[in-house]
């Protein structure tokens, strides 16, 4: 199957990009700079795409810094929050329809390429804080996805039911480079550990009994 | 209600912003530039969102290139069609879910402006070349619009069951003024008066009994 996969350079996505990889897929993956504080995730990005020998477009999006406004992970004057993953502090994490957003894209480039669709590493732990990983939307989007073009295309997201140790324990058994691998929404130089995503990054691999090669400042 | 309009500068859209402004809506207007060879559309936008005193942003996605490649629309090495826009031929001129993308962005920035929804200008004559204006698409986009924040977002669509004639007929009795509005793909000076939207902009303003103002080639 030929995809479009939508990768962050996070840890979710480049479990994901060597699934599919391992399955004998033929891939390519898009990522995006929406004026998100950790860029850092697209250099890991392109690294692991190079590495795999996986053509990588990084899609501009600053130009539409009104649409991204208003998020903790763009706005410069709100701070990243601490704490749990699953807590409503993290609403503030949103990035306005984010993922329609990177769908549409990578649905678009699918086209482009004769692929037969995309996929993206929207996991059961996103469901709590983030709409736009809830299943009732997966669901939505793999319709209209059906119906945008001549052809019908897919929106394959194998970790739907999966939670993020679950990953973790599937990263592990493919080899993934998880030190490859960026988390932290805040964008320092090192994860910063308190942030809802590096909690939960840290979680996952006490949960899944994975070591964590990560460095938390 | 508050509205962000996909607004192209072309006559639907133009039609569609004096409707809805005159219906007392508080109206953002989204733009893009996705690397059309009619580019000149967007002064119009500008232009007439400026006239009206509507906040306008044109959102670069020039970045996103390989995305948008293979329409006649975007690719230097193919020609625009001539004929009639109902013909297989204008299949070269979609752009690769154009729609959907333009829609998630417009979303997006509803979201950030605590606006209600998005409205944009399918109407019944893009039925037959173009999925992506269909009223399956455009009811599973209603669908996920309403799934992918906290509050759900309208997908407004008013000229679903109308003819480009009964635009044109609409636009005149708001005092639209046409001249300032584009439809041509091809890019050049004046409307080429050949290519499928030229032929069906020709065409609407003859069935509405409409004087024609634009100059054709």
């Keep these: 199957m030929s995809l479009v996969v939508i990768y962050s350079g996070g840890l979710d996505s480049t479990v994901l990009l060597y699934q599919l990889r391992s399955a004998g897929q033929s891939l390519h993956c898009l990522s995006f700079n929406y004026g998100q504080k950790h860029l850092r995730e697209l250099n890991f990005a392109h690294d692991n795409c190079l590495a795999l020998g996986i053509p990588h477009l990084i899609g501009d999006l600053t130009g539409l810094a009104p649409v991204f406004a208003g998020s903790a992970l763009t706005d410069r004057e709100l701070v990243v929050p601490e704490g749990h993953y699953q807590d409503q ?119 899944a009994g994975v070591v964590d090669p990560t460095r938390y400042q």
Excluded at 102 to 129: C, F, P, R, T
Excluded at 140 to 159: H, N, R, T
Excluded at 178 to 203: A, D, M, P, Q
């Design 89 to 207: 502090s993290m609403r503030s994490t949103v990035v306005p329809n984010r993922n329609m957003i990177m769908l549409s894209l990578a649905l678009g480039w699918a086209v482009s390429l004769q692929a037969e669709g995309v996929a993206y590493a929207a996991h059961a732990g996103d469901h709590a804080i983030y709409p736009d990983c809830r299943p009732n939307f997966v669901r939505g989007m793999q319709e209209v996805a059906k119906l945008c073009d001549y052809q019908q295309l897919e929106v394959v997201v194998p970790f739907m039911t999966m939670s993020k140790a679950e990953i973790v324990a599937l990263g592990a058994d493919l080899g993934v480079p998880f030190i490859n691998t960026w988390s932290c929404y805040v964008g320092g130089e090192l994860h910063c550990g308190k942030c809802g995503t590096c909690v939960e990054r840290r979680e996952a691999f006490v949960v």
